[in-house]
């Protein structure tokens, strides 16, 4: 069975929405460890609500950059995580941690990439005046936002759309679609070759298009 392990740092609305996919049966997986860098994170009680461990680990202990995430990559290996989760984990990773889990990082974006990378996505694609947006769970590399796309859902903005609703809306489709890629990917079901993810599942759920 997979084990995941989570970054987060704050509110944990994505974290949540995984804990109850595992409850539920829909991912056959355990998470063993929340990692945060923020010791305010709501995600730290939503973790220790439902018995998994919690490590607190502040970049401002560590040298560099590197350090914090070789640090970070060997508390993830020392227990046997094969998939780490980015659940609202508001830094760029380190190359530590990326090397060491090539195409196992998986984060959820709030804006349908390549558009809107970086932070504030729903905001950034308000201000631009798109009439569609949604978001990506994606591999991660190197880039801010640039890794493999694995699942994109997207939502409709309307004229009267906000930062608030549009990221409501679309919050609602990262907590679909993130489980959806956890478990595509506990099964064995997702092959990436260079740029481009390959579902092979019988179910063909690449994108979902849900406009509310
Ligand atoms: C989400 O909007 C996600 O797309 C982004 O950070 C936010 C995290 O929210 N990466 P939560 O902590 O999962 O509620």
Known sequence: MLTIGVLASGRG?????????????????KIAVLISDNPE???IERAKNHGIEVLIINPKDFPDKDSYYSHIAREFKNRDAGLVVLAGF?????????????NK????HPALLPSFPGLHGQKQAIEYGVKISGCTVHFVDKGVDTGPIIIQAAVAVFEDDTEESLSEKILKQEHKIFPLAIKLFSEGHIV???RNVIIKSSKKQRVLISPE
């Open 13 to 29: 609305s994505n974290f949540q929405a995984i804990i109850d996919s595992i409850a539920s049966g829909f991912i056959k997986a």
């Open 41 to 43: 994170a709501y995600a």
């Open 192 to 194: 990436v070759n260079g």
């Open 105 to 108: 990082i998986m984060n959820i």
């Open 90 to 102: 508001m830094r760029v990773v380190g190359k530590p941690l990326i090397e060491q889990f090539h």
